[in-house]
């Protein structure tokens, strides 16, 4: 039955009768309205409700309003208990069609009375929010993998305000973070940023926000402030995102403090054995790769009379060996920094300033650098003109030097590890990947194991940097090296072979059988979304190619076997297959590729 809307209380009944078409009003409204008799049965309904429920007004009037929710005794409570209160607002239910499609709504309903005050029914207004609670879903959703990842990081990594004057207060930081600087997330969140920086750092600050707010990264050294005071030397890199519409910062801070320690053990190690050079009463040189003169103590130059700025970055062959020997000298020099072997010791003559010769026996130890290349020669000797017994303190200077070379090297250890890792994936680099397949290749062909060759490359990569930025392409590199790595077994092999190619060596692997695997590579990727400046996620693809390595084929190789370069090629061809395909596939070579 439909309800008489002038019958309903108000200051001018019969003015607003004739003002204003009641069904009209309903009828207007993008929302469903739907009015209710105090037992629950529908009375009348305006369109926005037929459509919703997907029945006709004729059926729905004098239906059990209730009846069309998913939770009808809760439907039913809450007219109730507008009944009993008079009205509810934002009341939630859920409205099922008769198609089963479900529409989350919230109500408001308050009863409606005649003119002599007496209750006729509810009026109730439905506002759907099916978009509104997924969007909520999916933000709590996306909220929960961020702190996932936040919390496995190993790095430290902190939320803060961000302004064009300071870095502002905390916002959140991860449990790295609180384990590095002795501070809760609770405390955390009520400091301000500014806490954990060392005074000397204030003086950098303007211009690292001014390159943060032009470019939306920076990246620095400095020393953060523990809870119990001590310094700790960090590596940060900072980056400017857009949280709900505020712009603020996200760094990522790593705990260089070993590091530290090395280049401070590696620097003192040199200055010691600089000192030890110039303490003894023999000729100290160092020399670069080059020839020129990088260090020389007092003893060469009171011996010859030049002055220390007159031979200090000079080329030593142009001022102090004879014409007639100066060929051969160089000869010998290059000799020893190309192969890195010096001789044990040798003699020659150098010229003083005034022209005077004086023969000197050499021993030159090879100086390296962090990957055991040779850098440049330390030149030791001893005026031998007048025969002066020096052997006890060659010996010394000689075992001074080594020492200082071991320690050098030692310091040097960790860098060394580095090299072999790509610093922006952390996997390994392409020329420590080639050196770990090469072992694994040579226990395959030894005992006729398997052994397949698995390249990747990210398609288009280059419209994720023109898109996004480069901090955005780095990010996305980063994630993929670690869903690809999650994805891997312990004895696979993963490396970054350049640019937005990745190599993975599969031991005791067939191709048919790193197929599933580069399928659950795919599939990872494929959800990845990076956040970007611009509010949409950067999302990607891959194309990958397999190669398995063929062992005992006489036509390849001197013992009748493949090479992990041959694989590896044959893997980027039919990488590259899949691109021709389309790309966002897998292919075997020698196989027709598939999305």
């Given at each position: 039955?439909?309800?008489?809307?002038?019958?309903?209380?108000?200051?001018?009944?019969?003015?607003?009768?004739?003002?204003?078409?009641?069904?009209?009003?309903?009828?207007?409204?993008?929302?469903?309205?739907?009015?209710?008799?105090?037992?629950?049965?529908?009375?009348?309904?305006?369109?926005?409700?037929?459509?919703?429920?997907?029945?006709?007004?004729?059926?729905?009037?004098?239906?059990?309003?209730?009846?069309?929710?998913?939770?009808?005794?809760?439907?039913?409570?809450?007219?109730?208990?507008?009944?009993?209160?008079?009205?509810?607002?934002?009341?939630?239910?859920?409205?099922?069609?008769?198609?089963?499609?479900?529409?989350?709504?919230?109500?408001?309903?308050?009863?409606?009375?005649?003119?002599?005050?007496?209750?006729?029914?509810?009026?109730?207004?439905?506002r759907d929010v099916t978009d509104r609670n997924r969007a909520e879903r999916d933000l709590m959703e996306s909220e929960a993998r961020y702190w996932l990842v936040l919390e496995n990081a190993s790095d430290a990594i902190?939320?803060?305000?961000?302004?064009?004057?300071?870095?502002?207060?905390?916002?959140?930081?991860?449990?790295?973070?609180?384990?590095?600087?002795?501070?809760?997330?609770?405390?955390?969140?009520?400091?301000?940023?500014?806490?954990?920086?060392?005074?000397?750092?204030?003086?950098?600050?303007?211009?690292?926000?001014?390159?943060?707010?032009?470019?939306?990264?920076?990246?620095?050294?400095?020393?953060?402030?523990?809870?119990?005071?001590?310094?700790?030397?960090?590596?940060?890199?900072?980056?400017?995102?857009?949280?709900?519409?505020?712009?603020?910062?996200?760094?990522?801070?790593?705990?260089?403090?070993?590091?530290?320690?090395?280049?401070?053990?590696?620097?003192?190690?040199?200055?010691?054995?600089?000192?030890?050079?110039?303490?003894?009463?023999?000729?100290?040189?160092?020399?670069?790769?080059?020839?020129?003169?990088?260090?020389?103590?007092?003893?060469?130059?009171?011996?010859?009379?030049?002055?220390?700025?007159?031979?200090?970055?000079?080329?030593?062959?142009?001022?102090?060996?004879?014409?007639?020997?100066?060929?051969?000298?160089?000869?010998?020099?290059?000799?020893?920094?190309?192969?890195?072997?010096?001789?044990?010791?040798?003699?020659?003559?150098?010229?003083?300033?005034?022209?005077?010769?004086?023969?000197?026996?050499?021993?030159?130890?090879?100086?390296?650098?962090?990957?055991?290349?040779?850098?440049?020669?330390?030149?030791?000797?001893?005026?031998?003109?007048?025969?002066?017994?020096?052997?006890?303190?060659?010996?010394?200077?000689?075992?001074?030097?080594?020492?200082?070379?071991?320690?050098?090297?030692?310091?040097?250890?960790?860098?060394?590890?580095?090299?072999?890792?790509?610093?922006?994936?952390?996997?390994?680099?392409?020329?420590?990947?080639?050196?770990?397949?090469?072992?694994?290749?040579?226990?395959?062909?030894?005992?006729?194991?398997?052994?397949?060759?698995?390249?990747?490359?990210?398609?288009?990569?280059?419209?994720?940097?023109?898109?996004?930025?480069?901090?955005?392409?780095?990010?996305?590199?980063?994630?993929?090296?670690?869903?690809?790595?999650?994805?891997?077994?312990?004895?696979?092999?993963?490396?970054?072979?350049?640019?937005?190619?990745?190599?993975?060596?599969?031991?005791?692997?067939?191709?048919?059988?790193?197929?599933?695997?580069?399928?659950?590579?795919?599939?990872?990727?494929?959800?990845?979304?990076?956040?970007?400046?611009?509010?949409?996620?950067?999302?990607?693809?891959?194309?990958?190619?397999?190669?398995?390595?063929?062992?005992?084929?006489?036509?390849?190789?001197?013992?009748?076997?493949?090479?992990?370069?041959?694989?590896?090629?044959?893997?980027?061809?039919?990488?590259?297959?899949?691109?021709?395909?389309?790309?966002?596939?897998?292919?075997?070579?020698?196989?027709?590729?598939?999305?």
């Amino acid at each position: 039955m439909a309800i008489d809307q002038g019958s309903i209380r108000s200051g001018h009944p019969r003015e607003s009768r004739a003002a204003v078409d009641p069904r009209a009003l309903m009828e207007a409204s993008l929302d469903p309205l739907v009015t209710i008799s105090p037992d629950g049965t529908i009375t009348d309904v305006n369109r926005a409700t037929v459509k919703a429920t997907g029945v006709p007004r004729s059926r729905l009037i004098g239906s059990d309003f209730a009846s069309y929710f998913t939770e009808p005794d809760r439907a039913r409570a809450g007219y109730e208990r507008v009944l009993a209160e008079g009205s509810v607002r934002d009341y939630p239910l859920r409205l099922r069609s008769v198609s089963g499609k479900l529409m989350d709504v919230e109500y408001n309903a308050s009863v409606y009375r005649d003119a002599a005050g007496e209750c006729l029914g509810v009026f109730a207004s439905a506002r759907d929010v099916t978009d509104r609670n997924r969007a909520e879903r999916d933000l709590m959703e996306s909220e929960a993998r961020y702190w996932l990842v936040l919390e496995n990081a190993s790095d430290a990594i902190y939320v803060h305000e961000f302004s064009p004057t300071g870095p502002g207060h905390f916002i959140d930081a991860n449990l790295r973070a609180s384990k590095m600087l002795g501070y809760s997330r609770e405390e955390f969140r009520e400091m301000g940023v500014s806490a954990i920086d060392v005074p000397e750092h204030a003086a950098r600050l303007p211009a690292i926000m001014a390159q943060l707010a032009s470019t939306g990264s920076a990246r620095f050294e400095t020393e953060h402030l523990a809870k119990d005071g001590t310094r700790v030397p960090v590596e940060v890199g900072v980056g400017l995102f857009d949280m709900h519409g505020t712009p603020t910062v996200l760094s990522i801070v790593r705990d260089i403090s070993e590091r530290k320690h090395a280049e401070q053990a590696v620097a003192e190690s040199e200055r010691h054995f600089r000192e030890t050079l110039e303490d003894v009463d023999l000729i100290a040189v160092i020399l670069d790769a080059d020839g020129r003169v990088t260090f020389c103590n007092d003893f060469l130059l009171q011996l010859t009379s030049w002055r220390r700025e007159e031979v200090v970055g000079k080329d030593w062959f142009a001022i102090f060996p004879p014409e007639t020997t100066r060929e051969r000298d160089k000869r010998t020099f290059s000799a020893t920094v190309e192969s890195g072997r010096a001789p044990f010791r040798y003699e020659s003559v150098i010229v003083t300033r005034y022209g005077g010769e004086r023969l000197i026996g050499w021993n030159t130890p090879v100086l390296r650098d962090h990957q055991g290349k040779p850098m440049g020669v330390i030149y030791i000797g001893d005026d031998i003109t007048e025969r002066r017994h020096v052997e006890e303190q060659l010996r010394r200077i000689k075992a001074e030097a080594d020492e200082a070379n071991r320690a050098l090297e030692g310091g040097l250890a960790r860098e060394q590890q580095l090299a072999r890792t790509d610093t922006l994936t952390g996997v390994s680099n392409r020329r420590h990947w080639f050196d770990l397949a090469e072992h694994e290749f040579d226990v395959a062909a030894r005992y006729r194991h398997p052994l397949s060759v698995m390249m990747f490359d990210i398609d288009k990569f280059k419209l994720v940097n023109d898109a996004f930025g480069h901090a955005v392409g780095d990010r996305m590199l980063e994630r993929i090296a670690q869903v690809a790595s999650a994805e891997l077994r312990s004895a696979d092999v993963i490396g970054r072979y350049g640019g937005e190619e990745f190599v993975v060596a599969l031991p005791m692997t067939t191709a048919q059988q790193a197929y599933p695997i580069a399928q659950r590579i795919l599939a990872a990727v494929d959800a990845i979304r990076v956040k970007t400046p611009k509010g949409r996620a950067a999302v990607a693809t891959l194309s990958i190619g397999i190669a398995e390595a063929v062992l005992g084929r006489p036509a390849e190789g001197a013992d009748g076997n493949d090479s992990i370069s041959h694989a590896v090629q044959r893997a980027d061809d039919a990488m590259y297959a899949v691109k021709a395909a389309g790309r966002n596939g897998i292919s075997i070579y020698g196989a027709t590729p598939s999305a």
